[in-house]
C-alpha cells in the first residue's frame, strides 16, 4: 500500500491539470485540454482514499469529521464564486440570461450542477461558453461521490483488503463500461453524470492500494512517470470536441495520471522533480481557485464580445483569474482550512448552511421576478425579451414515419390536405410561426419537420451524431410521399456544414458515402450531392422545391447590441455588412446556383435582410430581429422575410386551392355520371 503524506508532486500536477482547462476554454491550443478534468478526478480519489485510510489506521476516522474537511475544502470558495457571479450577473447580464444562472445557482448549491448542465445545456439554451456556472458540473460529480463513497468504507470495514480492493475494482469496470455505453447511445448523460465518471475517482482509490514501487529501479520510475506525464499531455493536444468522451477515451489521461502518481510514490522521479518545482506547487496549491473563479471571468467576457474575442484579451482575462485565484486561496480558502478563526466545525458546517441559505434566497428572488427586469432602463427594455426558438416544432424520425410531423395553420381539419411542408434545421423552427401565420392566412394546413443541427438532405450524415440523421431525412421524404405534398420548403444554416462554426469548430461538417474523409473541401461535396439527391427524391415524389439561403450570420449577438446602445443613449446599431455576408456565403451560394432542376425555386433572402448602407438591419424600436446571432426572432422572421416569402405561400395557396377545384370537379363529374 502507498504511503500517504504531503507531497508536492501532485500539487505540481494539480497545476498541470488546470492549466490545460484554462487554455482549452480560451481556446489557446490544447484542443483535448479538458482531459484536465479527468486528471482531478483521478487525484481527487487517490487522495480521498488515502485520507480515509490514514483516519482509519489512526482511529480518528468518522463521517462528520470527514464531511466537514470537504466542507472546508469545498463550501467556502464556491460560496463565494455564487455569489459574486451573481452580483456580476446582475449588473451584465439581460434578465432571461440572470434568470438562468440563478437557476444554475440553485442547482450548484444542491450539488446538482451536473443533472442542470445535462438538462440546460443544449442547443436551445444558448452557448455553453456563455453559462457562468457551467463547470461547476465537474465539482457536483466529486461532491456526489464523496457523499457515497466513505459510507462504502464503513459498510465494508471488516472485509480484508484483498477482497474490499476487489470490490472497488468491480464497481470501476462497472462503471468504466457504462461509460463507455453511455457515450455512444447517451453521449451528454455520460459527460456529466456520477455513474459514468466514478470509475476515473475509483482509479485513484484503487491506486492506494498498489504496492510501494521499492523493486523499480530510478530509470525505470523515470519513465513511468513521462510516459504517464506524455499520455496526458498526447490526449490534450490530439482529442478534441469530436473524441467520443470519456468512455474509453479516458483511459489514457486517466492511466497517465496514476502512472505519474506511481512513480513518485517511492522517491521523485524526473517528472515528480519536474512537477515540484516552485512555480507548479504555487499554481497546483490555487488550482481550486483558479479553475472557479476562471470560467466566469471568460463568460462574462465572451457575453458581450462575441465568439471573436481577440488572444490578448483571452490572456488578459486567464490573468486576471490567476490574481483572482491567489486571493481566494490566501483569503478564502487558506483560513477555512487552517485558520483559527476557524477551528470549530460546527462553526463551519453552521455559517455554510447559512451562506448556501442567503444564495438559494437571492437565486429564488431572481427567479421569481425573472431576472430582476426593474434594474433595466425603460427604453432599453424592448430589447430584454429573451427570445428563444420554439421547441414544441421540433420532431424526430418516429413522429416521421408515423405521419405525426408537427401541423401548421388550419390544425383542427385534419382531413385536409397538407399544402405545404417546412423541412430543415433550427433555422425552419426560427421561421416557423411566419410559416403558421401564412397557412392561417390563405386557409391551408402545412406540417413542419424540423431537428436542429440536421441538414435537410437525403444521404447525409454529421460524423458527430451518426449515420441515424439519414433515417430522419429518408423519413421525411417517405412522408412527403405519403401525404402528396406538393411544396417542400427547405430552409438551414447551409454555410455551417460547409465551413463549421463561427469559433471555428467544425464539427458541424457533413459526409455521404463518397466522402473519403472530414474536411472543408469533402464537406463541400457532401452538401452539393445532398442537395441533388434531394431535389430528385422531391420531383419523384411530385414536389417542388423551394429552398431558401441563410439570413445573415452576426458577429454579435443582436439582442445584446441593441441593448447597450438603447442604455448608452445610441441609435439603433446595424449588423453585419452584405459584403462579409455574401463573402462567409460565397461557396453555399455557388452549389446552390449551380443547381439545375425544373422544380426547384431559390429564395435570397439577402436584399430584405440589408439597409440601404448595406448593414444588416438586426432590430428596430421594438425588439430585436434576432435570438441569438443567426437564428431570427418571430419577429424578425416578420419584418425581414415576410416580402421574400408571402409571393410563394400566395402561389402555394393558389395551386392548393386549384387543385381542391379540380378535385372537387372530378368528383361532381363522377358522381353525375353515375346517376345517368
Given at each position: 500500500?502507498?504511503?500517504?503524506?504531503?507531497?508536492?508532486?501532485?500539487?505540481?500536477?494539480?497545476?498541470?491539470?488546470?492549466?490545460?482547462?484554462?487554455?482549452?476554454?480560451?481556446?489557446?491550443?490544447?484542443?483535448?485540454?479538458?482531459?484536465?478534468?479527468?486528471?482531478?478526478?483521478?487525484?481527487?480519489?487517490?487522495?480521498?482514499?488515502?485520507?480515509?485510510?490514514?483516519?482509519?489506521?489512526?482511529?480518528?476516522?468518522?463521517?462528520?469529521?470527514?464531511?466537514?474537511?470537504?466542507?472546508?475544502?469545498?463550501?467556502?470558495?464556491?460560496?463565494?464564486?455564487?455569489?459574486?457571479?451573481?452580483?456580476?450577473?446582475?449588473?451584465?447580464?439581460?434578465?432571461?440570461?440572470?434568470?438562468?444562472?440563478?437557476?444554475?445557482?440553485?442547482?450548484?448549491?444542491?450539488?446538482?450542477?451536473?443533472?442542470?448542465?445535462?438538462?440546460?445545456?443544449?442547443?436551445?439554451?444558448?452557448?455553453?461558453?456563455?453559462?457562468?456556472?457551467?463547470?461547476?458540473?465537474?465539482?457536483?460529480?466529486?461532491?456526489?461521490?464523496?457523499?457515497?463513497?466513505?459510507?462504502?468504507?464503513?459498510?465494508?470495514?471488516?472485509?480484508?483488503?484483498?477482497?474490499?480492493?476487489?470490490?472497488?475494482?468491480?464497481?470501476?469496470?462497472?462503471?468504466?463500461?457504462?461509460?463507455?455505453?453511455?457515450?455512444?447511445?447517451?453521449?451528454?448523460?455520460?459527460?456529466?453524470?456520477?455513474?459514468?465518471?466514478?470509475?476515473?475517482?475509483?482509479?485513484?482509490?484503487?491506486?492506494?492500494?498498489?504496492?510501494?514501487?521499492?523493486?523499480?529501479?530510478?530509470?525505470?520510475?523515470?519513465?513511468?512517470?513521462?510516459?504517464?506525464?506524455?499520455?496526458?499531455?498526447?490526449?490534450?493536444?490530439?482529442?478534441?470536441?469530436?473524441?467520443?468522451?470519456?468512455?474509453?477515451?479516458?483511459?489514457?489521461?486517466?492511466?497517465?495520471?496514476?502512472?505519474?502518481?506511481?512513480?513518485?510514490?517511492?522517491?521523485?522521479?524526473?517528472?515528480?522533480?519536474?512537477?515540484?518545482?516552485?512555480?507548479?506547487?504555487?499554481?497546483?496549491?490555487?488550482?481550486?481557485?483558479?479553475?472557479?473563479?476562471?470560467?466566469?471571468?471568460?463568460?462574462?467576457?465572451?457575453?458581450?464580445?462575441?465568439?471573436?474575442?481577440?488572444?490578448?484579451?483571452?490572456?488578459?482575462?486567464?490573468?486576471?483569474?490567476?490574481?483572482?485565484?491567489?486571493?481566494?486561496?490566501?483569503?478564502?480558502?487558506?483560513?477555512?482550512?487552517?485558520?483559527?478563526?476557524?477551528?470549530?466545525?460546527?462553526?463551519?458546517?453552521?455559517?455554510?448552511?447559512?451562506?448556501?441559505?442567503?444564495?438559494?434566497?437571492?437565486?429564488?428572488?431572481?427567479?421569481?421576478?425573472?431576472?430582476?427586469?426593474?434594474?433595466?432602463?425603460?427604453?432599453?427594455?424592448?430589447?430584454?425579451?429573451?427570445?428563444?426558438?420554439?421547441?414544441?416544432?421540433?420532431?424526430?424520425?418516429?413522429?416521421?414515419?408515423?405521419?405525426?410531423?408537427?401541423?401548421?395553420?388550419?390544425?383542427?381539419?385534419?382531413?385536409?390536405?397538407?399544402?405545404?411542408?417546412?423541412?430543415?434545421?433550427?433555422?425552419?423552427?426560427?421561421?416557423?410561426?411566419?410559416?403558421?401565420?401564412?397557412?392561417?392566412?390563405?386557409?391551408?394546413?402545412?406540417?413542419?419537420?424540423?431537428?436542429?443541427?440536421?441538414?435537410?438532405?437525403?444521404?447525409?450524415?454529421?460524423?458527430?451524431?451518426?449515420?441515424?440523421?439519414?433515417?430522419?431525412?429518408?423519413?421525411?421524404?417517405?412522408?412527403?410521399?405519403?401525404?402528396?405534398?406538393?411544396?417542400?420548403?427547405?430552409?438551414?444554416?447551409?454555410?455551417?456544414?460547409?465551413?463549421?462554426?463561427?469559433?471555428?469548430?467544425?464539427?458541424?461538417?457533413?459526409?455521404?458515402?463518397?466522402?473519403?474523409?472530414?474536411?472543408?473541401?469533402?464537406?463541400?461535396?457532401?452538401?452539393?450531392?445532398?442537395?441533388?439527391?434531394?431535389?430528385?427524391?422531391?420531383?419523384?415524389?411530385g414536389a417542388n422545391a423551394w429552398l431558401v439561403k441563410q439570413v445573415p450570420l452576426q458577429a454579435t449577438h443582436p439582442a445584446r447590441s441593441l441593448f447597450l446602445a438603447a442604455c448608452l443613449g445610441r441609435g439603433l446599431p446595424r449588423g453585419v455588412t452584405v459584403e462579409s455576408h455574401r463573402t462567409q456565403q460565397f461557396e453555399v451560394d455557388q452549389i446552390i446556383d449551380s443547381l439545375r432542376s425544373p422544380n426547384l425555386r431559390v429564395l435570397d433572402p439577402t436584399c430584405?435582410?440589408?439597409?440601404?448602407?448595406?448593414?444588416?438591419?438586426?432590430?428596430?424600436?421594438?425588439?430585436?430581429?434576432?435570438?441569438?446571432?443567426?437564428?431570427?426572432?418571430?419577429?424578425?422572421?416578420?419584418?425581414?422575410?415576410?416580402?421574400?416569402?408571402?409571393?410563394?405561400?400566395?402561389?402555394?395557396?393558389?395551386?392548393?386551392?386549384?387543385?381542391?377545384?379540380?378535385?372537387?370537379?372530378?368528383?361532381?363529374?363522377?358522381?353525375?355520371?353515375?346517376?345517368?
Amino acid at each position: 500500500m502507498l504511503e500517504f503524506k504531503y507531497r508536492p508532486d501532485i500539487d505540481g500536477l494539480r497545476a498541470v491539470a488546470v492549466l490545460l482547462v484554462l487554455l482549452f476554454h480560451a481556446d489557446l491550443g490544447f484542443p483535448g485540454g479538458y482531459v484536465g478534468v479527468d486528471v482531478f478526478f483521478v487525484i481527487s480519489g487517490f487522495l480521498i482514499t488515502g485520507l480515509i485510510l490514514k483516519g482509519q489506521r489512526a482511529g480518528t476516522f468518522s463521517l462528520a469529521g470527514f464531511w466537514e474537511r470537504r466542507i472546508r475544502r469545498i463550501v467556502p470558495a464556491a460560496t463565494c464564486l455564487v455569489a459574486a457571479t451573481l452580483i456580476a450577473g446582475s449588473l451584465l447580464l439581460l434578465p432571461h440570461d440572470l434568470e438562468e444562472l440563478a437557476e444554475s445557482a440553485v442547482a450548484q448549491q444542491l450539488m446538482l450542477a451536473n443533472v442542470y448542465s445535462l438538462n440546460n445545456t443544449g442547443y436551445f439554451n444558448g452557448p455553453a461558453e456563455l453559462k457562468p456556472l457551467l463547470h461547476t458540473w465537474s465539482l457536483a460529480v466529486e461532491e456526489q461521490f464523496y457523499l457515497g463513497f466513505p459510507l462504502l468504507f464503513l459498510v465494508c470495514r471488516r472485509l480484508r483488503k484483498g477482497a474490499f480492493v476487489s470490490l472497488l475494482c468491480a464497481l470501476g469496470l462497472v462503471s468504466f463500461a457504462l461509460s463507455v455505453w453511455g457515450s455512444y447511445h447517451h453521449p451528454s448523460a455520460a459527460f456529466f453524470l456520477l455513474p459514468t465518471r466514478a470509475w476515473e475517482l475509483l482509479a485513484g482509490a484503487i491506486l492506494v492500494f498498489c504496492p510501494i514501487p521499492s523493486r523499480f529501479k530510478p530509470w525505470q520510475l523515470d519513465l513511468l512517470g513521462l510516459v504517464g506525464l506524455g499520455g496526458i499531455l498526447f490526449a490534450s493536444v490530439s482529442y478534441d470536441y469530436l473524441t467520443r468522451f470519456p468512455g474509453a477515451a479516458a483511459l489514457l489521461p486517466c492511466l497517465g495520471t496514476a502512472l505519474v502518481i506511481y512513480s513518485n510514490s517511492f522517491g521523485r522521479s524526473m517528472t515528480g522533480r519536474l512537477l515540484s518545482t516552485k512555480v507548479f506547487v504555487a499554481l497546483g496549491l490555487i488550482s481550486y481557485s483558479l479553475y472557479l473563479w476562471h470560467w466566469p471571468i471568460l463568460a462574462y467576457t465572451r457575453y458581450w464580445l462575441g465568439d471573436s474575442v481577440p488572444v490578448f484579451t483571452r490572456i488578459t482575462a486567464l490573468s486576471a483569474s490567476v490574481v483572482v485565484a491567489h486571493l481566494s486561496w490566501k483569503y478564502i480558502e487558506s483560513p477555512f482550512r487552517h485558520g483559527a478563526s476557524f477551528k470549530s466545525g460546527k462553526r463551519v458546517v453552521a455559517l455554510a448552511f447559512a451562506c448556501s441559505a442567503c444564495l438559494l434566497a437571492a437565486s429564488f428572488s431572481i427567479e421569481d421576478t425573472q431576472g430582476l427586469p426593474g434594474r433595466i432602463p425603460e427604453r432599453a427594455r424592448p430589447y430584454t425579451a429573451g427570445g428563444s426558438l420554439p421547441r414544441q416544432y421540433e420532431a424526430n424520425t418516429v413522429a416521421a414515419r408515423q405521419g405525426n410531423l408537427p401541423q401548421l395553420g388550419s390544425r383542427q381539419d385534419r382531413e385536409q390536405s397538407i399544402a405545404f411542408l417546412v423541412w430543415g434545421d433550427s433555422h425552419a423552427m426560427a421561421v416557423s410561426e411566419l410559416f403558421n401565420t401564412f397557412a392561417k392566412e390563405h386557409g391551408i394546413r402545412g406540417a413542419i419537420a424540423a431537428r436542429s443541427g440536421i441538414p435537410p438532405l437525403v444521404g447525409i450524415w454529421r460524423p458527430d451524431k451518426g449515420r441515424d440523421v439519414m433515417q430522419w431525412n429518408q423519413a421525411v421524404i417517405e412522408f412527403v410521399k405519403s401525404r402528396r405534398i406538393a411544396n417542400v420548403i427547405l430552409v438551414a444554416k447551409w454555410a455551417v456544414y460547409v465551413h463549421g462554426r463561427a469559433n471555428g469548430k467544425t464539427d458541424t461538417l457533413v459526409v455521404d458515402e463518397y466522402s473519403t474523409g472530414i474536411g472543408l473541401g469533402q464537406s463541400r461535396d457532401a452538401l452539393k450531392r445532398g442537395l441533388e439527391r434531394t431535389i430528385a427524391a422531391l420531383e419523384m415524389a411530385g414536389a417542388n422545391a423551394w429552398l431558401v439561403k441563410q439570413v445573415p450570420l452576426q458577429a454579435t449577438h443582436p439582442a445584446r447590441s441593441l441593448f447597450l446602445a438603447a442604455c448608452l443613449g445610441r441609435g439603433l446599431p446595424r449588423g453585419v455588412t452584405v459584403e462579409s455576408h455574401r463573402t462567409q456565403q460565397f461557396e453555399v451560394d455557388q452549389i446552390i446556383d449551380s443547381l439545375r432542376s425544373p422544380n426547384l425555386r431559390v429564395l435570397d433572402p439577402t436584399c430584405y435582410c440589408f439597409d440601404s448602407s448595406g448593414r444588416s438591419k438586426i432590430g428596430d424600436a421594438e425588439g430585436s430581429f434576432y435570438v441569438d446571432e443567426d437564428h431570427l426572432s418571430d419577429r424578425g422572421a416578420e419584418s425581414l422575410l415576410r416580402p421574400m416569402l408571402s409571393p410563394a405561400c400566395e402561389r402555394i395557396a393558389v395551386q392548393m386551392n386549384e387543385a381542391q377545384m379540380r378535385m372537387a370537379s372530378r368528383n361532381r363529374d363522377t358522381f353525375d355520371g353515375r346517376i345517368r
